[in-house]
């Protein structure tokens, strides 16, 4: 099987990092689920793009008229189902789609979601309402710099604009109003040098995908374990190993 970025997410099957140890200091006042949950009415139909494991969608939003969550790895779908099972919750499906090619009906959603994830704002202005709210949020180009840098790569590591900026370019130009950038920065402590392992094991921190056609192998490296070593032994604090994270939020409507 290809190496490629979809590969990469149908290994991983799910996205709950409960199990890793860590302690968040957030310097920002910027909270997607509080968003979520104070513009969404019981009438709403919500997509949630490149949902993962329904993880975000079960735990954190409202009961509305429809959620409909979407990811182009079927692992990660047939996750969110099992997961959905468990959940006893109600209006809610899953299904594959990839965020660059979506075949959701024309404005048809009052709210679209994308956590983490790839988007294409004109493709999401078609399937929102007039007056329908799109929600970003993303992992920023000085995400976990130090680490990257000490590593030599990473992702977004090469890039010259932060994609925060792209993203809301993008957004002004598909024809979104009330286009807010934030910049959110968080402080996270991993109690123990296993936990942060973990993380860079299971999230595409030091791997690149942007550096490959999203069809094709990327190059994937194991973690050094000098390197990994001399990070923790830099960067540990009486409230555990200190990761600096860079991420934004866009919060946007349809005229
Ligand atoms: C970092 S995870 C985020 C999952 C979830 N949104 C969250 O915040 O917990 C990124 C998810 O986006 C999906 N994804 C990446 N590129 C995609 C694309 N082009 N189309 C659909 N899903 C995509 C991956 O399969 C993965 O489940």
């Known amino acids: 099987m290809k190496n490629t970025e979809q590969h990469f997410y149908d290994e991983a099957k799910n996205w709950d990092f409960s199990d890793i140890k860590r302690t968040d200091e957030s310097l920002t006042d910027w909270d997607m689920a509080a968003i979520i949950n104070k513009l969404a009415k019981k009438s709403f139909r919500i997509l949630d793009l490149g949902t993962g494991g329904g993880e975000k969608v079960l735990n954190c ?5 429809e959620i409909l969550g979407t990811d182009f790895s079927e692992a990660m779908i047939e996750t969110a189902r099992q997961n959905l099972k468990k ?8 299904r594959t789609m990839d965020n660059l090619n979506m075949d959701t009906q024309d404005e048809y959603f009052d709210m679209v979601v994308a956590r983490h994830t790839c988007i294409d704002p004109v493709q999401i202005y078609r399937t929102l309402k007039p007056g329908g709210f799109l929600i970003v949020r993303g992992v920023d180009m000085m995400d976990c710099f130090e680490i990257k840098r000490l590593f030599g790569r990473g992702q977004a ?4 604009i932060p994609i925060s900026h792209i993203d809301y370019e993008a957004i002004l ?6 286009v807010e950038l934030v910049p959110i920065h968080t402080r996270e402590y991993y109690h123990a040098p296993e936990d942060l392992f973990a993380l860079l094991n299971r999230v ?3 791997e690149d995908f942007s550096e ?20 923790v032994a830099e960067h540990t604090t009486p409230k555990g190993i200190l990761l600096i994270r860079r991420y934004y939020g866009i919060t946007a409507r349809k005229p």
């Not at 939003?61 to 008229?65: A, D, E, G, S, T």
């Not at 590591?157 to 010259?160: A, E, L, P, T, Y």
């Not at 130009?173 to 009330?178: E, P, S, T, V």
């Open 61 to 65: 939003f409202p009961n509305v008229k």
């Open 87 to 94: 959940s006893g919750r109600e209006n809610i499906s899953f």
């Open 157 to 160: 590591f090469r890039d010259k």
């Open 173 to 178: 130009d598909a024809g979104f109003k009330d």
């Open 204 to 206: 595409p921190i030091l």
């Open 212 to 231: 490959t056609d999203p069809e094709e192998d990327f190059l994937h490296h194991e973690i050094e374990p000098d390197l990994f070593e001399k990070y």
